[in-house]
């Protein structure tokens, strides 16, 4: 028994180092692959090569790293290389950038090799001389809305939405454990689903508060500048979904079935601020929705309320 435990030991450590001193090439080094070169190389991940079409900013994130290669282009020297291939470039130049490895004719057969995109699946990599398990995509569920220089811990205690083969999904997990991040596995018929998701919880969210943003400016004569009057009600609702739940986190005039306020809210905003009247009657029906599952109105005070919202469409 004790022999076998040592055998079992000593092969998943030489493993794990093994994994740890490959040779990592990263393509883009934007919002997404700057923090990743920097969470990587502070857990001891081993970076060769770093490209991109912007070689200052290229030095100005590897300011510390006097080992890495900057490379403003893609290279046989720089695919034959390395060990491990990062594509951390913008959905809408991925399809284009690997057309271009492609065209060099490599064989990346022992390399594992993987993309950032939360939309795109392993698919894309079809068109390269690889072995289809040692690819996929690795997608942190978090926003970026700068270049990091640093490790700012953006990627630690998140999750990350992974896909692809199995040696490539095993890679995945132990960077996860690096980062101390969590992982869910996004079936490739569900990735377009997957990153709608990401969207309205983060895109979508971004735009809410600038609606909010909108109609503070109108409350007062002297103009209420900015949402912050707002952050107490919002930070104790997130807390209140994140500890109790939607259903139960859900109040005002809907929870409640209060018809007659909802009219008011639907009579100034047609009149006032026609632009963002779908915008409340779009919420205002899942809010309904929400309040009928939750039992806290009639399904009587449902459908009253459905079809004033209805009505002013």
């Known amino acids: 028994m004790m022999v076998l435990l040592q055998f079992y030991l000593k092969n998943n450590l030489q493993k794990k180092v093994k994994n740890i001193e490959k040779k990592i090439c990263l393509i883009g080094a934007g919002k997404v692959g700057s923090i990743l070169y ?39 020297e720089v695919l034959n290389n390395s060990d491990v291939i990062i594509f951390a470039v913008h959905d809408k130049s991925l ?18 090799v993987f993309h950032t995109s939360g939309i795109e699946t392993s698919d894309v990599f079809k068109i390269l001389n690889v072995n289809k398990l040692n690819t996929g995509s690795y997608h942190p569920l978090q926003t970026f809305n700068t270049i990091s220089y640093n490790n700012n811990r953006l990627l ?9 083969g199995t040696e490539a999904v095993k890679y995945f997990k132990e960077l996860c454990k690096s980062f101390k991040s969590k992982f869910i596995i996004i079936p490739k018929n569900k990735k377009v689903l997957y990153h709608s998701a990401c969207v309205i919880a983060s ?3 971004v735009s809410h508060f600038n609606i909010l943003s909108k109609i503070t400016k109108s409350i007062s004569a002297g103009g209420i500048e900015g949402i912050e009057i707002f952050k107490p009600i919002v930070m104790k609702t997130l807390e209140n979904i994140f500890t109790n739940g939607i259903e139960k986190s859900l109040t005002g005039p809907f929870e409640r079935g209060d018809i007659d306020t909802i009219d008011l809210h639907l009579k100034y905003f047609k009149e006032n601020l026609p ?32 079809k004033l919202l209805i009505n002013n469409v």
């Open 38 to 76: 920097h969470s990587l190389k502070k857990s001891g991940y081993r970076f060769e090569y770093l490209v991109d079409i912007h070689l200052k900013t290229l030095k100005e994130i590897t300011a510390k790293d006097k080992n890495v290669k900057l490379k403003n282009n893609i290279s046989k």
């Open 95 to 112: 399809n284009k950038v690997i057309d271009e490895c492609a065209k060099l004719k490599m064989n990346l057969n022992d390399k594992i």
């Open 156 to 164: 630690n205690d998140i999750y990350f939405g992974i896909e692809g």
């Open 203 to 205: 895109n979508f969210l």
């Open 275 to 306: 632009s963002k009247l779908y915008y409340y009657i779009l919420l205002g029906l899942e809010a309904m929705n929400l309040s009928k599952k939750k039992k806290s109105i009639t399904g009587k005070e449902a459908k009253e309320i459905e």
